[in-house]
């Protein structure tokens, strides 16, 4: 079955940057686009980046310029590479295979003032 599984989250500082990696499993890694989803309590899901089969990208307003999604088709990993953290992208960082319901269980990132 399709496994998502998250880690690189933990307390940071504002300004501060954190690399997230999502490995992969149970499915073509190649042919599958991915993305990456936030959520604090009370709050939904929201989209932060996706990194398509070409590499194309896209990202939310609020994260564009500061965080990058990236893929490692030989090792099945999407990676999200953020910078000058604040404290609003505090929340729980979810990998998805876009487009379809697979999810990991997330990793909590936490950002400090």
């Known amino acids: 079955q399709v496994q998502l599984v998250e880690s690189g989250g933990g307390l940071v500082q504002a300004g501060d940057s954190r690399r997230l990696s999502c490995a992969a499993s149970?499915?073509?890694?190649?042919?599958?686009?991915f993305a990456w989803y936030r959520q604090v309590p009370g709050s939904k899901r929201e989209f932060v980046a996706s990194?398509?089969?070409?590499?194309?990208?896209d990202y939310a307003n609020s994260v564009k310029g500061r965080f990058t999604i990236s893929r490692d088709n030989d090792k099945n990993v999407v990676y999200l590479q953020m910078t000058n953290l604040k404290p609003e992208d505090t929340g729980v960082y979810f990998c998805?295979?876009?487009?379809?319901?697979?999810w990991g269980t997330g990793t909590q990132v936490t950002v400090a003032p």
């Open positions: 998805n295979v876009y487009w379809h319901n697979y």
């Open positions: 149970g499915l073509l890694f190649n042919i599958n686009a």
């Open positions: 990194v398509r089969v070409n590499r194309d990208t």
